[in-house]
């Protein structure tokens, strides 16, 4: 599982726990993910709503950003990053809809267990692929 021990505020310097890929807008992305999803899991009990949505506006903006590189270099892997991106983005629609309702443990689990354990394999697998790419496109 990834750790979240980065600073709540966004834009703070990489740590440890957040593994770089040597792809400056991913990885300040990356950064902010894990600061902004640290707000979320200290959030108090019944006050969840506020630092969750603003994990999600920035995991919109965030994804927007590397599907649109993606896009630019013509990623080979387009449609399956993207679609992981609108699955993710799914749920977390779900997520602040029952915020919004007063419903808070499905979405204290997915940000202290489930979004840690996904967005672990997914720096490591698809994004790691994509900054490689786009890296190399730059060139």
């Given amino acids: ?13 990489p740590s440890a726990d957040v593994p770089l890929l040597g792809y400056e807008v991913m990885d300040r992305d990356h950064v902010d993910s894990v600061a902004l999803l ?20 920035h995991l919109r903006e965030h994804f927007a950003r590397e599907n649109a590189l993606m896009t630019q270099h013509g990623f ?3 449609h399956c990053h993207k679609d992981e991106h609108a699955r993710v983005l799914n749920v977390v629609a779900t997520m602040e809809a029952e915020l919004e309702e007063g419903k808070e443990a499905r979405a204290r689990l997915y940000v202290t267990e489930h979004f840690p354990d996904w967005f672990h394999t997914h ?15 730059e060139r």
């Fill in 76 to 78: 080979f892997a387009l």
């Fill in 1 to 13: 599982m990834l750790a979240t021990t980065t600073s709540a505020a966004p834009s703070a310097a």
């Fill in 123 to 137: 720096l490591a697998t698809m994004d790691r692929v994509t900054a490689d790419f786009l890296a190399q496109a």
């Fill in 38 to 57: 640290q707000a979320a899991c200290n959030a108090p009990v019944g006050q969840l709503q506020a630092p969750f949505a603003a994990f999600a506006k």
